[in-house]
Nanobody
């Protein structure tokens, strides 16, 4: 059973940066399409960013230009670099991985596309 381990969350002021990391325990990240989702208190979980095995990347409109998803195959890690953080970015952030292949990147924004999930890491942005 694959396990995903996230780290890097915390409490920061608006305008600050954080980098989240997600490490896989069994297969290398290059074998998976990987994504970051987030869930704010009282809201549904939403897609933030995704990267396919081929390197195609998706960003939610709300984070375009501020967040960057990347992967380091040698370190078996996927990152989410978050810059210019806003209070509305406050949420629990989840890493997800899937072996499924979809020709359209939009399919990777769906929670149902993913086979494995991390436990989540809290990001809190103060105003």
């Amino acid at each position: 059973q694959e396990q995903l381990l996230e780290s890097g969350g915390g409490l920061v002021p608006a305008g600050a940066s954080l980098r989240l990391s997600c490490v896989t325990s069994r297969r290398n990240v290059r074998n998976y399409a990987m994504a970051w989702f987030r869930q704010a208190l009282g809201k549904e979980r939403e897609s933030v960013a995704a990267i396919t095995t081929g390197g195609t990347i998706y960003y939610a409109d709300s984070v375009k230009g501020r967040f960057t998803i990347s992967r380091d195959i040698a370190k078996n890690t996927v990152y989410l670099q978050m810059n210019s953080l806003k209070p509305e970015d406050t949420a629990v952030y989840y890493c997800a991985a899937t072996l499924k292949y979809y020709s359209e990147i939009d399919n990777y924004t769906r929670m149902g596309a993913y086979d494995y999930w991390g436990q989540g890491t809290q990001v809190t942005v103060s105003s």
